[in-house]
């Protein structure tokens, strides 16, 4: 069974920095493209970052030199790097990735920025 179960979000003051967690279970996580989206209340879910089975990175302009992917593949693990964080990143932050033909998503962690 595949299973996506993100961590690390909280409440944090503008400017500050959080890191998130997806830990995998249930897929060959070595050859698996990971990504991270999010989803503010009302609006509709965007992405934010991705990285490749060969480490390779990707992240949209919103969040662009703030935010960094990484993944711990002895881990099974993938993490986004938050700083400089904005009131606008408040959001649900949700890991995915596609596995055996189908999309499969992590319940999502939750992101305050506020002062």
């Known amino acids: 069974q595949v299973r996506l179960v993100e961590s690390g979000g909280g409440l944090v003051q503008p400017g500050g920095s959080l890191r998130l967690s997806c830990r995998t279970s249930?897929?060959?996580?070595?050859?698996?493209?990971m990504r991270w989206y999010r989803q503010a209340p009302g609006q509709e879910r965007d992405w934010v970052a991705s990285?490749?089975?060969?480490?390779?990175?990707d992240a949209s302009e919103a969040v662009q030199g703030r935010f960094t992917i990484s993944r711990n593949n002895a881990w099974t693990t993938v993490f986004l790097q938050m700083n400089n964080l904005k009131p606008e990143d408040t959001a649900v932050y949700l890991c995915?990735?596609?596995?055996?033909?189908?999309?499969?998503w992590g319940k999502g962690t939750q992101v305050t920025v506020s002062s």
């Open positions: 249930g897929i060959n996580f070595s050859l698996a493209t």
């Open positions: 990285i490749t089975r060969n480490g390779s990175t």
């Open positions: 995915n990735t596609d596995w055996r033909g189908r999309s499969w």
